[in-house]
């Protein structure tokens, strides 16, 4: 069974800073593209940073130079570092990853369940 598990969410004060983490697991073959998307309550999921297998990046415009994307190949692991945290990035944070199972030919896209980022004094 294939699982993205995310983790390292919590509370923090504006101005602080969180770092996530995302390990995909399972019968997985190869891992392309790795992104987080986050989703506020009452609107759409948005997405907040993507990488993908040879390290290229796209961010938010909202999160520009606050938030860095990274991975290890080798751990099938993506990361967020999320500096100068505001309010407005109070959300739930879902990871998501284009994986290549073992066995088949083309990706599929998976989610992992989220976690929760509050930011607040």
């Known amino acids: 069974q294939v699982q993205l598990v995310e983790s390292g969410g919590g509370l923090v004060q504006p101005g602080g800073s969180l770092r996530l983490s995302c390990v995909a697991s399972g019968s997985i073959y190869r891992v392309n593209r790795m992104g987080w998307y986050r989703r506020v309550t009452g609107k759409q999921r948005e997405l907040v940073a993507g990488?993908?297998?040879?390290?290229?990046?796209n961010y938010a415009d909202s999160v520009k130079g606050r938030f860095t994307i990274s991975r290890d190949n080798a751990k099938n692991t993506v990361y967020l570092q999320m500096n100068s945290l505001k309010p407005e990035d109070t959300a739930v944070y879902y990871c998501?990853?284009?994986?290549?199972?073992?066995?088949?030919?083309?990706?599929?896209?998976?989610w992992g369940q989220g976690t929760q980022v509050t930011v607040s004094s």
């Open positions: 998501n990853a284009d994986l290549v199972l073992t066995g088949w030919a083309n990706w599929r896209n998976y």
């Open positions: 990488i993908t297998s040879g390290g290229s990046t």
